[in-house]
């Protein structure tokens, strides 16, 4: 299912709930605020893997240094 784009992170959050995927395909090609994105995302990290949940990430904005930090 395809969420669209320009989806929040809170978006994702609630249909890990609602949809119960085995897979999260995520791809960001654009940040406004790293630090927020990390700590929204640390927090999806968090839901997916309680949930059993891969996330796949991808996508222009995710350099190397912001994926080590993820």
Not at 19 to 26: A, E, F, H, V
Not at 40 to 68: H, P, W
């Amino acid at each position: 299912i395809n969420l669209g784009p320009n989806t929040p992170v809170s978006a994702f959050r609630s249909a890990l709930f609602e949809l119960k995927p085995r897979i999260l395909w995520l791809c960001v090609t654009h940040l406004l605020n790293e630090a927020e994105f990390l700590e929204q995302y640390t927090e999806l990290y968090e839901q997916a893997t309680n949930n059993n949940v891969s996330i796949v990430i991808g996508g222009r904005a995710i350099s190397d240094t912001l994926r080590r930090q993820m």
